[in-house]
């Protein structure tokens, strides 16, 4: 629905030059109990006056430690 409205964004993560991550869930967290899947809920619209030079799932564990039930998403922009 945001996609498609007349605001014409863009999904930050779909048109980075980078990418680093694919999910901002695991599965069974509050509110999605019974999903058994990692998801990708969280997102970052943008315009197109906006270069995105990178989108990055963060907050998840890896480099820096879980502090949520949903991971971080860091956008670069220029």
């Given amino acids: 629905m945001i996609l498609k409205s007349p605001l014409e964004l863009f999904d930050s993560h779909k048109v980075a030059r980078r990418v680093i ?27 197109s006056t906006f270069r995105v030079i990178s989108s990055e799932v963060t907050l998840d564990g ?16 220029k």
């Avoid at 999910?23 to 969280?42: C, F, P, R, Y």
């Avoid at 502090?67 to 956008?75: A, P, R, T």
């Fill in 21 to 47: 991550g694919t999910h901002t869930i695991l599965a069974d967290i509050d509110g999605w109990e019974d999903s058994h899947q990692q998801l990708k809920v969280d997102y970052a619209f943008v315009s």
């Fill in 62 to 77: 890896g480099t820096e430690p879980i502090v949520s039930d949903h991971f971080g998403l860091l956008i670069q922009l």
